[in-house]
């Protein structure tokens, strides 16, 4: 099979670079163009007509949010994964609403890079135009990696999800200092006693470190920092 053309939209200079470097690293893929911003990006989508688009939102001239929905909008059938700073619930929910195919929250590694690819390749081969799908294997492609394996091998917890154990790792990983389950849960938009449930289970698996801080007055407050 041909290498799947990914055409990435960044502004750094040395993030494209990175960028470019861990897309190709990955089998199957070909960065055939880079743009510093979303106009630049656009006229490029337009005229080599990539299968990917890698897309960060903060940009100067037109960002990332109006180029997706711009793409969208002239209805350009190119696929979209979102590598960005931005980490609040209003832009990510965005992005996901005008179609974006993953979100990834710098920093990242290169792991969770290859996992996004591997995951797009696979997408890209079921829905080839060519043939008919069938149920089993649409199920596969969307809930395969429902559930996370860890280490030793067993699943998550009954009750825990692989999408919120995603967004508090992310949460965390643009977190300089430790911070409190309710910190925790307002980052991420969701419940105190459910972020605290995640929490234990990441401090369980080796993933964060827990910090108990003692203050002077009432009970001590645990925090979490993801280890690095």
Do not use: W
């Not at 163009?33 to 630049?40: F, H, L, P, R, V």
């Not at 699943?155 to 949460?171: A, C, D, V």
């Amino acid at each position: 099979m041909s290498k799947l053309k990914v055409l990435l939209i960044e502004d750094d200079p040395m993030v494209q670079e990175i960028n470019k470097a861990f897309i190709e690293k990955v089998k199957g893929f070909k960065v055939i163009a880079c743009a510093s911003d979303g106009n630049e990006g656009i006229s490029l989508v337009r005229k080599l007509k990539p299968d990917l688009v890698v897309l960060d939102i903060y940009m100067p001239g037109q960002d990332g949010m109006k180029t997706l929905r711009q793409i969208r909008n002239e209805k350009i059938p190119v696929d979209v994964i979102i590598i960005t700073a931005a980490n609040d619930q209003e832009s990510i929910r965005a992005m996901l609403q005008n179609g974006a195919f993953d979100y990834i929250i710098k920093p990242f590694n290169f792991d969770r890079i290859k996992k996004a690819l591997e995951k797009y390749k696979d997408f890209h081969t079921t829905l080839s135009p060519s043939r008919s799908v069938t149920q089993k294997e649409l199920d596969t492609l969307f809930f395969a990696e429902t559930s996370r394996t860890v280490a030793d091998s067993t699943e998550l917890p009954k009750g825990l999800n692989e999408i919120t154990l995603r967004q508090i790792e992310g949460f965390l990983k643009t977190q300089t200092v430790a911070k409190s389950a309710e910190e925790v849960a307002e980052g991420v938009g969701i419940a105190r006693v459910t972020a605290r449930r995640y929490l234990d289970y990441l401090v369980k698996n080796g993933s964060i470190e827990l910090d108990i801080q003692y203050g002077t007055i009432g009970r001590p407050v645990n925090r979490y920092l993801l280890k690095k």
